[in-house]
């Protein structure tokens, strides 16, 4: 599967194959080395039947079209933002998963927990751990949950606990203040009333509008109630909010190679800048680079994959690293993880139409 990488400037039909093939050599050395690749070392490798001589002229021209640069000029050269995007949608040479790393991915997905939201946490988890960077989730709580049930809990004078339940598992709670005591009569009506207007609502479409207009409906109960169906709102808020989750912090912090003041600035922000990138408009696999699309980190990736329910973007796992990724290895984890939640979510569907 090609990864749709963003703002990619390189035309890689301007090179001949041998430029393609030494572009390529160069980036699979420095992405095990970290260091800057010469021509000595791209000619002693097997498939590369040219002299240093000519891969010296063939990386001056690499450089000059923005895929190389030369850090020191008795350096070697390393790749730049285009040379990674070139090597990815074309060049790398994917690595298909063996039996035995299949299987270990299968064994880090937990398939007994009860929410979809949860299988893709046990994947990130997972994920964590296998690249050593930190794994972004958007989950799918609020595209695909309604809500089933809002009840009111009384705990302490005028104290109340407001708890909320989706069709996908997921419970949130809020206490609320009010300036009444409620009766039994009240309490009753509210969890009628919620029952009877709420129940069956999207998550993702409880907006404030709705929540006015069932406040103005209330009649006589609506001075009391109010403050309560406020808090409503607010819980489905409170799920499309935590919609974006980045988990792993402290591998991205662990880097030599990332600047770690802007790793601090990310994660102060990462609900927004993450949101704003993993819209439903890109393709299947997405990957994007420090400079890409208000992503703050330079010298860093974001790889994420969809996953898919019912036709339907249903949420996205990815991760979150340096520039200088094994890509041709971690793209195919990443594509088997949401391919596999994407089967489990799908059989879950299935379960449920036969009972």
Same mark, same amino acid.
């Given at each position: ?12 039909? /301007? ?8 572009? $390529? ?11 800057? !690749?010469?021509?000595?070392? +791209?000619?002693? *490798?097997?498939? &590369? ?5 000519? &891969?010296?002229?063939? @990386? #001056? ?15 070697? %050269? ?18 298909? *998963? ?5 299987? /270990? ?10 929410? $979809? ?5 046990? #994947? ?9 960077? $930190? ?11 309604? &809500?089933? =049930? ?10 109340? !606990? ?9 419970? %949130? ?13 009240? @309490? ?28 103005? #409906?209330?009649?006589?109960? @609506? !001075? ?78 974001? +790889? !994420?994959?969809?996953?898919? =329910?019912?036709?339907?973007? $249903?949420?996205? /796992?990815?991760? &979150?690293?340096? @520039? %200088?990724?094994?890509?041709?290895? +971690? ?25």
């Amino acid at each position: 599967m090609k990864a749709q990488v963003l703002n990619r400037k390189g035309v890689g039909s /301007l090179l001949d194959e041998r430029k393609k093939k030494i572009l $390529a050599a160069v980036i699979d050395s420095y992405i095990v080395t970290g260091e800057p !690749v010469g021509s000595k070392t +791209i000619a002693s *490798l097997p498939g &590369i039947k040219v002299s240093p001589a000519t &891969i010296r002229n063939d @990386m #001056a021209v690499l450089e000059q079209l923005g895929y190389l640069e030369q850090p020191h000029t008795s350096a070697g %050269r390393i790749p730049t933002y285009n040379g990674y995007r070139l090597y990815i949608d074309e060049l790398m040479n994917a690595k298909a *998963l063996s039996d035995e790393e299949k299987q /270990l991915l299968d064994d880090c997905l937990d398939v007994d927990v009860p929410t $979809a939201d949860a299988l893709i946490e046990s #994947a990130s988890k997972a994920l964590s751990e296998l690249t050593h960077c $930190a794994t972004v989730v958007k989950n799918i709580s609020p595209k695909f949950s309604v &809500i089933t =049930k809002v009840e009111v809990i009384p705990t302490g004078k005028r104290m109340y !606990v407001l708890l909320m339940i989706t069709s996908s598992g997921n419970i %949130r709670n809020k206490v609320c203040r009010l300036e009444f005591d409620l009766t039994n009569e009240q @309490m009753e009506f509210f969890s009628k009333y919620m029952a009877e207007n709420l129940q069956g609502v999207s998550v993702d479409e409880l907006s404030e509008e709705i929540i006015e207009n069932l406040v103005a #409906a209330m009649g006589t109960y @609506m !001075v009391t109630l109010a403050p309560l169906l406020k808090g409503v709102c607010e819980l489905a808020e409170a799920f499309r909010d935590t919609e974006i989750k980045v988990s792993g912090e402290k591998n991205l912090l662990a880097r030599q190679d990332i600047n770690s003041a802007q790793i601090v600035q990310f994660l102060e922000n990462k609900n927004e800048v993450v949101k704003n990138m993993l819209d439903d408009s890109f393709g299947d696999l997405q990957v994007v680079f420090g400079e890409d699309g208000g992503f703050v980190i330079e010298n860093s990736s974001m +790889i !994420v994959s969809k996953i898919k =329910k019912d036709g339907r973007t $249903a949420g996205t /796992l990815g991760v &979150i690293g340096p @520039m %200088r990724l094994d890509y041709a290895k +971690i793209i195919p984890y990443i594509e088997y993880l949401t391919g596999r939640i994407t089967e489990l979510i799908s059989e879950d569907d299935d379960e449920d139409k036969d009972i």
